[in-house]
């Protein structure tokens, strides 16, 4: 099991990326996935994620309505589209592998599999 996380960079406040998390060794018709942050000095920060199967969508609301978690079926990967970001969005993103009976989507201890982090930089 491997989730590889790409897309992070350097922003203007406002400005949007899309970060995207290749899952490999197994379906994300089975698992769902979580897109966590993590700023030094704090704790990782759950975001955003994607249930296996419907595809159940959440959000905090430190995120909504500005974030997007979606999914490709057949490349496997899910993303994670970011507008309107600002300097408080700047961190380390990760996304990770839900265990089968997840309960607390932001609970880290509650997924098994990580991603290795892509930094996000929100700048003038």
């Known amino acids: 099991v491997q989730l590889q996380a790409s897309g992070g960079g350097l922003v203007q406040p406002g400005g949007s990326l899309r970060l995207s998390c290749a899952a490999s060794g197994f379906s994300l018709d089975n698992y769902g996935v979580g897109w966590f942050r993590q700023v030094p000095g704090k704790e990782r920060e759950g975001i955003s994620y994607?249930?296996?199967?419907?595809?159940?969508?959440y959000y905090t609301d430190s995120v909504k309505g500005r974030f997007t978690i979606s999914r490709d079926n057949i490349k496997n990967t899910v993303y994670l589209q970011m507008n309107n970001l600002q300097p408080d969005d700047t961190a380390v993103y990760y996304c990770?592998?839900?265990?089968?009976?997840?309960?607390?989507?932001?609970?880290?201890?509650?997924?098994?599999?990580w991603g290795q982090g892509t930094l996000v930089t929100v700048s003038s």
């Open positions: 990770a592998r839900g265990i089968s009976l997840l309960v607390s989507l932001w609970d880290p201890h509650e997924y098994d599999h």
């Open positions: 994607l249930s296996g199967g419907g595809g159940n969508t």
